[in-house]
C-alpha cells in the first residue's frame, strides 16, 4: 500500500472515531437549547398572564368607582329634587 493510502485510512479511521464524540456534542447543545427555549416562552407566558390580570384588576376597580360615582350623584339628586334623605 502506498504511503498516500496509509494516511487516508489513518484519517479516516479518525474521523470516524470522532464523529459520535460530536454528534454527542451537538445533540447536547440542542437539547440545552430547546430547554432554554421552552424557559423563555413559560416566561414569557406569566409575564402577559400577569400583565392581562393588572388590566383586569385595574378596569374592575375603575367601574366600582363610577358605580360607586353614579349611585351618589342619583342620590344627590333625588335629595335636592324632593327635598327627601
Not at 402577559?48 to 366600582?64: F, P, Q, Y
Amino acid at each position: 500500500m502506498s504511503m498516500m493510502k496509509k494516511r487516508i485510512q489513518v484519517l479516516a479511521l479518525v474521523l470516524a472515531a470522532l464523529s459520535p464524540l460530536a454528534h454527542a456534542s451537538v445533540s447536547e447543545h440542542a437539547h440545552a437549547f430547546k430547554e432554554d427555549v421552552k424557559t423563555a416562552g413559560k416566561k414569557t407566558g406569566h409575564a402577559i398572564s400577569e400583565g392581562a390580570h393588572a388590566v383586569g384588576r385595574g378596569a374592575k376597580s375603575a367601574g366600582h368607582t363610577v358605580a360607586d360615582a353614579t349611585k351618589h350623584g342619583y342620590h344627590a339628586t333625588k335629595k335636592f329634587v324632593t327635598g327627601h334623605e
